[in-house]
Structure formats: C-alpha cells, structure tokens
DNA sequence: ACACATGTTACTTTAAAAATAACAGGATTG
DNA sequence: CAATCCTGTTATTTTTAAAGTAACATGTGT
C-alpha cells in the first residue's frame, strides 16, 4: 500500500496557521507549502474543523485554531483525521476451520490495541506547541537560512 | 494505501508452527490457514530465518522455532520483517522554502520517533508465548467448536 | 457583477502490498 | 536413479487505498 501522512500534512496546517498568521492563509498558500494540492488541504481543514481544532469561515481565508496549540495533542489531531485510527492492520483473512487461523484475529486484536493504547498515550503528551517549538529551534539551527 | 498485515501474517506462521508441531508445516498447508499462498509464506519464513527466530532446512517441511516462545517478542517478529519499521509516515515532499515546509520533516522525525519508541517498548513487552496463551483462551470460550 | 474564497463530491492516477507464477535445487521414497 | 514433494528466491501481474485532480455550489468583499 502507500503509506498515508495525512497525520503529516494535518500538524503541517496547524503549524502553518499558528506560526504564520499573516500570512496568506488560503487553502492555495497552505498547499504550496505542502507541496500539494489545495482540495486535499480543504478537505483535511474540514476535518480539524469538523473535530473542534481549528475554526474556519466560508469564503474568508481567516482559519484559526479554536484552543491554544498547548491543549491540542498529537493525538487530537490523529483522531480529527481518522475517528478509529490503527497503527498496526490485522489480515482478515485466516481460515476459520483452523485452530490458529480461527482465533488469531482477535488474538491480535486484544494485542494490537495494547501498542495502539501505548503510541496513543504518548502522542497524548505530545502538544502542538511543543512541535511548533522544536520546529523552530530547527530553523535557527540551519547552516543557511 | 492497503495498509500490510506481514506482521500478523508472521506470527500467524510462528504461532502455527509452535502450535501445531505434529500437522504439516509446508508452506502449503500454512497458506491454506492463513488463506494466502505458498510463496508468500515461504518468503516470509525466510526472513524470519534470516532473523534468527526460525529454523527450517531446504526440501523438508520441518521449521521450528529457533528459542523458547516466551523469549520471542512482537517486536522481534517486526524487526524480522521490516528492519525500519514505521508506523507514522512523514510526507517528504514539502516545499524547502517556507518556514514550515522547510523544517516540518525533521521535527516531525523527531517526534514519531518517540512515538515509535513507546509502541515498540510494548511490543518488546508481548511474548509470542503470551500470545499462544491468549489464543487458546479464545479457543476455548468458543461457543460452537 | 466580479474576483476569489471555502466546502464538498466525484473521478483519475499512483504506488505499495498481495497474489501469482516460475524454477533451481534439496530431501525422501520406491 | 527417477519420481515426487519440498524449500528458497526472483520476476511478474493484480489489487486497492491514498493522493492527485477537477468541478461546482455557495459564501465574502469590493
């Protein structure tokens, strides 16, 4: 499969619109940004919307976060964009008729969800700020600038 | 993307072959309970061959697990599999001459990478004999066996 | 009215995984 | 030693989910 980064491309907007506010903040400026298109920036803007992380107006290219970029996690923004996100994939596919084919599934199941629980509670205590952060001490670390 | 379910498909292998010693363990007849095909199957066991989990011998059908179940990790079995694993994907292509653009990779590698940390700190946690164990649990609360 | 924005839907392209095929060799049996 | 089944490996085709693109109804401000 293709490996997604939507995760990727959604903490891009919100650092976008936090650290750039004067920027142009339509949905063209952001994709040049992405180096993507500016559909997929709007429709990934809907979906912070839609979950409460950023505010938008129809028309108006004034996105905003809704809450300081200290109280948004990591996390926030992974279920913004996936409601049931699963960072390992089970194949569904295994042979009900045999012991290990048919019971494998929620074997794993039950096993998956203990990485998932763990990756999650760290992406907890991961705040947009804090990337907002790092992401600036890498850019003053730039040989050029 | 398909997201890949290698991971689940080798423990399937490596629980099976612990499992069920006394069956047939050609790649054939572990295909028909994973419900995928023989050479998929022997290229896995390869790698976990390669990885030290797994013994096999060219011409017989007789694999083994190369050390106790209880001494063999989720994580290994990943490690085997996938010697980089990644479970959040960045997107590469960002435009170097914005601000964001131009530092979002590396700060953002730097933040999966604790993400990736903690999850693998569980899965180094998590036996493929805690795994075995659960199964049979699961077999056994079966209604209709 | 016009220019430009968002929000949403539908369609096309793409790339990674899975599926399949093929075959050189090792093992076992009669 | 021929026949048969196996492994291990490489190459090719198919599938499918994400990304890319297009289109358009509708909101905004001059």
Same mark, same amino acid.
């Given at each position: 499969?293709?490996?997604?980064?939507?995760?990727?491309?959604?903490?891009? +907007?919100?650092?976008?619109?936090? @650290? !750039?506010?004067? *920027? %142009?903040?339509?949905?063209?400026?952001?994709?040049?940004?992405?180096?993507?298109?500016?559909s997929?920036?709007?429709?990934?803007?809907?979906?912070?919307?839609q979950?409460?992380?950023?505010t938008?107006?129809?028309?108006?290219?004034?996105?905003?976060?809704?809450?300081?970029?200290?109280?948004?996690?990591l996390?926030?923004?992974l279920?913004? +964009?996936?409601?049931?996100?699963? @960072? !390992?994939?089970? *194949? %569904?596919k295994?042979?009900p008729?045999?012991?290990?084919?048919?019971?494998?599934?929620?074997?794993?199941?039950?096993?998956?969800?203990?990485?998932?629980t763990?990756?999650?509670?760290?992406?907890?205590?991961?705040?947009?700020?804090?990337?907002?952060?790092?992401?600036?001490?890498?850019?003053?670390?730039?040989?050029t600038?």
């Open positions: 499969m293709k490996s997604s980064h939507k995760l990727s491309d959604a903490v891009h +907007i919100l650092t976008y619109i936090e @650290l !750039l506010p004067n *920027d %142009d903040l339509s949905s063209a400026a952001i994709a040049r940004s992405v180096e993507s298109n500016p997929l920036i709007r429709r990934l803007m809907s979906q912070l919307t979950a409460g992380l950023l938008t107006q129809a028309g108006k290219a004034t996105p905003k976060l809704s809450r300081p970029a200290a109280t948004i996690s996390r926030d923004v279920h913004a +964009i996936d409601p049931a996100p699963q @960072l !390992l994939s089970i *194949d %569904d295994t042979n008729q045999c012991l290990v084919g048919g019971n494998i599934q929620q074997t794993l199941n039950d096993v998956y969800e203990e990485v998932q763990a990756a999650e509670a760290k992406m907890a205590s991961i705040s947009l700020q804090s990337i907002i952060d790092e992401l600036l001490v890498h850019a003053a670390n730039k040989p600038d």
